[in-house]
């Protein structure tokens, strides 16, 4: 049975994210069916709500329950992680739990690098999806992209794939209306190649 690791973040529960991630998900498990989810609101997750600062600098990992996660990550196949765009940026629950998992000697190593570069220690995460929604265009996206700063950190932390990333440009076009079949289209597409 293939594990999946799938954290999201959102600013609320119909958002075009959360929508996108579901369909994703729906279109996934209809080709593979023996698979399992556990999924994760960041929003209901102290590793979600505690940024990593000056005054809990010496305890954050503790608060933020990281050897859970970190753990987590350390059995899982692949991973799906959802955000909406703010303000040219993943979500502050998303940044949250990147301060909190990428640790050294936990899941990236300078101790067997060559010439001060580094190893990933996820390297068991064979896919990672990445499902963005943004009411701009890519073309605006400041660089880097929130697409290629998720990317690069799970490629950092060992990840063998990065699936083409889903990010819905102009989500604000969806709210509350149904996706078009072009868009159906492609995400079951995606779906296939993860």
Known sequence: M?????????????????????LFISEYKKDNPHINISE????????GKISLNSENFP????????????????TV???IISSPIINWGYSAQIKNFFDAICLADRTFSYKYAKKGGSIGLLDN?????????AHSKQEDFVNPSPVETIA???????????NTPLVIEESHKYKGANFDEKLIGYIKKIAKSF
């Open 2 to 22: 293939t594990e999946i690791l799938y954290i999201k973040s959102h600013l609320n529960p119909d958002s075009t994210c959360n929508r996108i991630a579901n």
């Open 40 to 47: 994760f609101d960041l929003n209901n997750e102290k590793v």
């Open 59 to 74: 305890h954050f990992w503790q608060d933020v329950n990281a050897d859970f996660w970190i753990e987590k990550l350390k």
């Open 77 to 79: 196949k692949k991973v």
């Open 125 to 133: 995460i064979e896919n990672v999806q990445i499902i963005l929604s």
């Open 152 to 162: 690069g950190t799970f490629n950092f932390l060992g990840a063998k794939k990065i």
